[in-house]
């Protein structure tokens, strides 16, 4: 069952806080931010992307009918569940014209509430399962070399802070556990780590969500343990828990991988979309990544989700992109220039590249990435269409 994650919109504070405290008590509902007038609920739903906005009729700024219709106006991804004291059912008539899905006249019980947000987005389930394939759960892309210095953690983070500069909620998972360098590459500075999910063993949303470091881009990171004689108390199943816990919450969860292939990073290649297998143009790197894709195939792994990243790309080395390609007997899905000073000085400022100079090229390639992982934007799918006429559509564009 999927993690409905939700958006409260109330001006009441008394009322705000125990609405907090029934939500805590409602199964599989993530409460995952408040509003307190109508400008800030339509802000924090593009901010968020939360699945449904409960939200009082009569709030500042901008009323819940109003926030409605400009909801449904700009085609969000979210179902709105009007609040009331006003129990008339001109009301009533008015929240279910303006596009609300419910409406909770207060005060309401904990099982109203309950069977309100779980009808409401069952319901949305049924009748949208396409919207749900991509986007209640995250994407889950993993880097992974042959061989340790090749580049990992210096795209998984950048890419990861292209992502969340899109707007796109991403976590960032160093399981790179005995050696992580995701948090001194972004200069952050974890109170907690992977470490304290599994030592504590809360493998629930909010016992993951307070291990998660914050980055100013917007980025989330789960840091990896302190030291490395941390790392083996995390387990296989500890990582596979995590990534499914957390899944529904993000649109991308971005991890970095140690390069060793031991049993966690199987676990972790199960639950992987899309695996970037790092290359460089170097005679030893393209023998490795040869063997590595054929142990995959022996695996029985789905090689169409794997792609090879070609990083520190330059001319004049005695191997080049063609070569390598010839080589491995697939393509390489992108290329990642080599650019020693600025990947460096970032290194050291604890800055990504990415988001401080993205104008470079090297930095413009991984943005590419980023861009080609998220995709041409939805249209909304037009159902007064006929199939047909929807068919031709795809084939032929609009
Ligand atoms: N495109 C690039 N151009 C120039 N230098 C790069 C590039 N990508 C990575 N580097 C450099 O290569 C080195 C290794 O990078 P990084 O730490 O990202 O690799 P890794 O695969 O994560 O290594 P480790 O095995 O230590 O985890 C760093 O010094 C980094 O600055
Ligand atoms: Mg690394």
């Not at 919450?249 to 199987?266: G, H, N, R, S, V």
């Not at 004049?316 to 390598?324: A, E, K, N, S």
């Amino acid at each position: 069952m999927a993690t409905i994650k939700l958006l409260i919109a109330d001006g009441k504070e008394d009322w705000l806080n125990n609405l907090k405290r029934m939500i805590s008590s409602v199964e599989n509902v993530f409460l995952v931010g408040e509003a307190r007038n109508g400008h800030e609920v339509i802000e924090k739903v593009k901010e968020l992307q939360p699945h449904i906005v409960l939200l009082d009729i009569d709030l500042e700024g901008i009323d819940g009918l109003k926030v409605t219709e400009i909801l449904a106006k700009e085609n969000q991804n979210v179902q709105t569940i009007i609040m009331s004291m006003k129990s008339s059912p001109e009301y009533f008539r008015q929240a279910m014209k303006s596009g609300a899905k419910d409406y909770l006249i207060e005060p309401f019980s904990n099982k109203d509430l309950d069977d309100a947000i779980h009808n409401v987005f069952n319901k949305w389930l049924k009748d949208k399962a396409e919207l749900f394939a991509d986007d209640s759960n995250a994407k889950v892309v993993s880097f992974f070399a042959t061989k340790g210095g090749v580049g990992r953690t210096t795209l998984s983070v950048n890419l990861a802070a292209a992502l969340a500069a899109k707007g796109k909620r991403t976590l960032l998972i160093d399981a790179s556990l005995q050696f992580g360098d995701v948090a001194l590459t972004l200069d952050l500075h974890p109170q907690s780590t992977i470490s304290d999910i599994v030592e504590k063993d809360e493998f629930t949303i909010d016992g993951i969500e307070r291990r998660i470091t914050k980055h100013a881009c917007g980025l989330e990171v789960l840091a990896a343990p302190k030291e490395p004689a941390l790392a083996e108390a995390v387990t296989s199943k500890h990582l596979q828990q995590i990534i499914d816990v957390i899944k529904p919450l993000y649109q991308f969860i971005i991890i970095d991988m140690p390069a060793t292939i031991t049993e966690k990073e199987l676990a972790v290649l199960d639950k992987t979309s899309l695996l970037f297998l790092v290359a460089t143009l170097e005679i030893t790197s393209l023998k490795n990544t040869k063997i590595f894709l054929k142990t995959l195939q022996d695996l029985k792994y789905d090689l169409d989700k794997v792609k090879i990243i070609l990083n520190k790309d330059t001319p004049d080395v005695g191997i080049d992109r063609p070569q390598l390609e010839s080589g491995l007997g697939v393509p390489v899905y992108a290329s990642i220039p080599m650019d020693s000073n600025l990947v460096q000085i970032s290194l050291n400022k604890g800055e990504s590249f990415v988001l401080k100079s993205p104008a470079s090229l090297i930095s413009r390639n991984i943005i590419d990435v980023a861009e080609k992982l998220i995709g041409p934007s939805k249209k909304p799918v037009n159902t007064s269409k006929s199939a047909i006429l929807r068919i031709k559509d795809l084939l032929f564009g609009s």
